[in-house]
């Protein structure tokens, strides 16, 4: 028999409620001072590096890491808070939201103490930029066929080689990637890899902006020339990124953030269909609604556990995988019952312009950060059939 | 809790392992399992659970009585153990005493209605309803002029025409005929029928819950035994992610069945809260069973479409339960309603108060 899949029904403590208050004026202020439209997830203008440096000032960036690194020794729920309230509001993260869920946390643990010391208050503060450096022209979901080599010179290591599909490079101070150190071997095809932080800013980078679906400009092309990498820039084991790739999994892959992607076009099918909606709509309304908080009680869940100290890596590979696919199917099954809606409804345009841009972003949803294909992989094992 | 990490639960399991064993019952033609698993149930008070010790009940908690259901479920109990739970419980709000034996509730069905006649009687046609040809006692929700009432009626004083759901248990149309209660007393201020609604969909829910967990149990089981082109089935990726889909279903079903409960039991007392977490528990647990029992199907083939093999009993009573206290169109409908009519900029802040 299998192991028990845990959904324990965790709720969140009521020092998240004053947050969510806070967060929710926070935003509110935000809102009204012109920051952001929340109606208008579809804006080009969604790097925000005021904005980025204002939620650090709130204490909301680093909430849980240690306060000698500028973090706020908080929980992880009420960091789950601060991520849903701000997903909820389309508010323009893509500054601080790799750093913060991510890239932080791997510093903490593989950095050595003057680089966390330098990097991790500056990411609390709001002021840097982090991408992720993983997929390469022909290497996607098999990530460790990476091929962009890290080779051993005076002092460090130089880079040559690219990565693609790279999230806010264009943007970001620092990356976190993986380059070959050493071939693999024939027992372990996942050996060989080893993690590094790269300054950004240092010469023999080039980025290449690549042209979205959806009309934005989020990802890129970064070509490493000859690029240098100090000695003390390595994180975690030599040929060993392997070992350090899988634990923070549970964290990246559970969050609100993996099924909000494309809450706001619900909320405006609710506005359109007013007060008094027909059996049509009224039932794929509830349907919707019910789907949305089943997936949340697993999210909360997930945090819950991941708080306690456990490592529910199937049942967060599961919020993702079921998450993911929920948030994409979302806008058409919004579509069918917008169908319906009086066409003097009047938030009519505003609804049709969020539908046309959540239906292009749908496809990126299950292929971000772990495939539905890879997911099911993950789940699979954990059932114990691999 | 939907837990074993209770001891009433513990007791339960330990007699459905004993007395409800699926190959057992699948290959039994006369249903001589029944009276044993009845009485082993009843001996250990598990029927009367929710029923207050003052009451010759055993008056365990909400969250405990669930985690027996939740139990219930993985083993698809067949004998009205959940029914009569719920009718203690129905009994209880009015402070009346449970009768022993078999007892089930009406209406099943939010589309029913009963009514309290003037002079005490009841009247009515409740479809659905289940155990009641087995059932000594129904326990009911009625209105009249004077308002909502719970009763306790003798079964052998209505018109009950006898039916099975999917899986061949009872689910029977009772009419109540004038029919004069043993005992009538009116129901607490702001209990009515949709109480008992609400409290059934629950049940449901975590029932299905549990017949998932031990859908995807056997068929991960059996996807290591069976042999195909030469391999085990579960080294086929296309079996494995088949598999996986089912795990994601199930984990939904738990979640939702598992944080309704525990909305019940004490940690919700707005009104929407309560409706959104046990409306969405009986939509997002029925949507499970019929993906979930698909899957499971696929996997173990022909052979789990044989009344032989024990699949059946837990793919059917998942599909049937879904049918009782409120379909998921019925309660999404009414949660879609709902939601509409706090406006839009009031859905987040419900589903973000659970």
């Given at each position: ?386 | ?15 459905f392992?004993?007395?409800a064993?699926s190959?057992?019952i699948a290959?039994s033609?006369?249903g001589?399992w029944k009276?044993?698993l009845w ?33 219930a479920?993985?083993s698809a109990v067949a004998v009205p153990l959940a029914e ?46 289940p155990f009641?040809?087995e ?30 759901n999917?899986a061949d248990d009872p ?36 029932q299905?819950?549990?017949a ?101 009993r837990y793919?059917l009573r998942?599909?049937a ?34």
């Amino acid at each position: 028999m299998t192991a028990a899949l845990r959904f324990d029904p965790i709720r969140l403590p009521p020092e998240c409620e004053v947050l969510r208050r806070e967060v929710r004026a926070f935003l509110a202020e935000e809102i009204a001072a012109g920051t952001f439209d929340p109606h208008k997830p579809q804006r080009e203008d969604s790097d925000a590096p005021e904005f980025s440096r204002r939620v650090g000032e709130r204490g909301w960036l680093g909430m849980t890491w240690p306060k000698q690194y500028g973090g706020h020794e908080r929980s992880f729920l009420e960091r789950y808070v601060v991520t849903e309230e701000m997903r909820i509001a389309n508010a323009p993260t893509r500054r601080f939201f790799v750093a913060d869920r991510q890239s932080g946390p791997v510093l903490l643990k593989y950095a050595p103490e003057h680089i966390k010391m330098d990097i991790l208050p500056r990411i609390c503060r709001g002021e840097v930029c982090f991408s992720i450096g993983m997929s390469e022209p022909n290497s996607g979901s098999d990530l460790f066929a990476a091929k962009t080599k890290a080779t051993k010179t005076n002092g460090g290591w130089l880079i040559n080689g690219s990565k693609i599909w790279t999230t806010s490079a264009h943007i970001a101070d620092y990356m976190i990637a993986i380059f070959r150190t050493s071939p693999s071997t024939k027992e372990n095809r996942r050996h060989g890899l080893t993690q590094f932080l790269v300054n950004m800013k240092q010469p023999g980078i080039a980025v290449n902006p690549i042209a979205q679906i959806t009309g934005q400009y989020e990802f890129n092309e970064v070509v490493f020339t000859d690029h240098f990498v100090p000695d003390d820039h390595m994180l975690g084991e030599l040929d060993g990124a392997w070992k350090q790739a899988t634990s923070e999994l549970a964290y990246e892959r559970s969050g609100p953030e993996r099924f909000l992607e494309t809450y706001y076009v619900l909320t405006e099918l609710v506005r359109a269909v007013g007060n008094h909606p027909d059996t049509r709509s009224a039932e794929g309304i509830g349907r919707l609604v019910a789907q949305l908080h089943t997936m949340r009680r697993m999210s909360v869940s997930v945090a819950g556990m991941l708080q306690a100290g456990r490592e529910p890596v199937v049942e967060a590979s599961i919020v993702k995988d079921i998450g993911t696919l929920w948030e994409q199917q979302l806008p058409h099954r919004v579509r069918e019952l917008a169908a319906f809606v009086d066409a003097d409804a009047s938030n009519h345009a505003t609804l049709d312009e969020m539908l046309s841009f959540a239906i292009k972003t749908a496809p990126k949803l299950t292929i971000q950060g772990g495939t539905t294909e890879v997911l099911r992989g993950i789940i699979a094992r954990g059932l114990g059939l691999r | 809790m939907t837990d074993t990490d209770n001891i009433v639960a513990e007791t339960a399991e330990r007699i459905f392992a004993d007395l409800a064993d699926s190959q057992m019952i699948a290959k039994s033609k006369d249903g001589a399992w029944k009276a044993p698993l009845w009485q082993a149930l009843a001996d250990n008070g598990l029927p009367l659970s929710w029923v207050p010790e003052d009451c010759d009940g055993s008056g365990v908690s909400l969250a405990e009585g669930f985690a027996v259901l939740s139990a219930a479920g993985r083993s698809a109990v067949a004998v009205p153990l959940a029914e009569t739970m719920l009718a203690g419980w129905l009994l209880a709000q009015a402070k009346i005493a449970s009768p022993e034996g078999m007892i089930t509730v009406a209406p099943a069905s939010p589309k029913d209605r009963l009514t309290l006649n003037a002079d005490g009687t009841v009247s009515g046609r409740a479809r659905g309803v289940p155990f009641a040809t087995e059932a000594k006692h129904i326990a009911v929700v009625a209105s009249g002029i004077g308002g909502v009432s719970i009763a306790l009626i003798e079964a052998n004083a209505c018109r009950i025409e006898a039916g099975l759901n999917l899986a061949d248990d009872p689910s029977d149309t009772v009419t109540f005929d004038h029919v004069k209660p043993l005992a009538s007393h009116p129901a607490p201020s702001g209990f009515d029928q949709n109480g008992l609604m609400l409290m059934g969909a629950l049940v449901r829910s975590l029932q299905i819950a549990g017949a998932l967990e031990t859908m995807l149990g056997i068929s991960v089981q059996y996807s290591g035994e069976r042999v195909a082109f030469e391999k085990k089935i579960s080294k086929f990726q296309a079996v494995q992610h088949n598999l996986a889909k089912l795990a994601g279903e199930t984990s939904a079903a738990l979640a939702a069945a598992s944080s309704a409960a525990d909305a019940l039991s004490g940690s919700a007392s707005d009104d929407d809260a309560i409706f959104l977490e046990v409306a969405s528990a009986k939509i997002r647990c029925s949507e499970a069973a019929e993906k979930g029992a698909a899957i499971a199907h696929q996997v173990h083939g022909a052979i789990g479409f044989t009344r032989e093999h024990v699949l059946h009993r837990y793919t059917l009573r998942a599909l049937a339960w879904r049918d009782d206290f409120g379909s998921e169109s019925h309660w999404a409908v009414e949660l879609g309603r709902l939601v509409a009519a706090r406006g839009a900029d009031e859905l987040w802040p419900l589903v973000a108060s659970r």
